[in-house]
T-cell receptor, first 113, second 109 residues
Framework: ETGVTQSPTHLIKTRGQQVTLRCSSQSGHNTVSWYQQALGQGPQFIFQYYREEENGRGNFPPRFSGLQFPNYSSELNVNALELDDSALYLC????????????FGPGTRLTVL | TQLLEQSPQFLSIQEGENLTVYCNSSSVFSSLQWYRQEPGEGPVLLVTVVTGGEVKKLKRLTFQFGDARKDSSLHITAAQPGDTGLYLCAGTKSNRLAFGKGNQVVVIP
């Protein structure tokens, strides 16, 4: 059984650019959630995808968007990058909803200059 | 604003000592999870507590869920350097996790 994987591990972008982050869920999991973790903070919920549909969204602007594919992998897209978008982006997968247990990937460290 | 408040934010102790960290909220959660996170890595799930008053043990770690399901504590007995890390609590509400800022624990050899 493979765990949650994310790519890339690190990324540097400049203000105004767009970025796509990728996540492969743990085998057997059909739900993916994305979180943003700024330095010194706990992870903040961005949104969740269940069977390719968005299933809840946190307090993030529309320039944060996502997709889930038929194999349950997922993408997080961020347009018009701002300096405050610099953070560790975490993907977590779980088996179905409602669920209490989510398993996290190693994260993608995004730096916006 | 964080739904969950964790205290103390930072704790440094000597190897062999005991420690307790806390996670408090004014909200009721259907469950609460504890994670440990190493620098630059994702959180790793330690335990999920569901029932008010529940106590779970994981080797030298003891987790307790408050009777009202609003708070939790983590007690580490005879801490070892390998216990060093950021301990995050997260409550489940509407299928999403609400995290605290974490308890940074440093165990000095």
């Amino acid at each position: 059984e493979t765990g949650v994987t994310q790519s890339p591990t690190h990324l540097i972008k400049t203000r105004g650019q767009q970025v796509t982050l990728r996540c492969s869920s743990q085998s057997g999991h059909n739900t993916v959630s994305w979180y943003q973790q700024a330095l010194g903070q706990g992870p903040q919920f961005i949104f969740q995808y269940y069977r390719e549909e968005e299933n809840g969204r946190g307090n993030f602007p529309p320039r944060f968007s996502g997709l889930q594919f038929p194999n349950y992998s997922s993408e997080l897209n961020v347009n018009a990058l701002e300096l405050d978008d610099s953070a560790l982006y975490l993907c977590a997968s779980s088996w179905s909803v409602p669920t209490d247990t989510q398993y996290f990937g190693p994260g993608t460290r995004l730096t916006v200059l | 604003t964080q739904l969950l408040e964790q205290s103390p934010q930072f704790l440094s102790i000597q190897e062999g000592e005991n420690l307790t960290v806390y996670c408090n909220s004014s909200s009721v959660f259907s469950s609460l999870q504890w994670y440990r996170q190493e620098p630059g890595e994702g959180p790793v799930l330690l335990v999920t507590v569901v029932t008010g008053g529940e106590v779970k043990k994981l080797k030298r770690l003891t987790f307790q869920f408050g009777d009202a399901r609003k708070d939790s504590s983590l007690h580490i007995t005879a801490a070892q350097p390998g216990d060093t890390g950021l301990y995050l609590c997260a409550g489940t509400k509407s299928n999403r996790l609400a995290f605290g800022k974490g308890n940074q624990v440093v165990v000095i050899p």
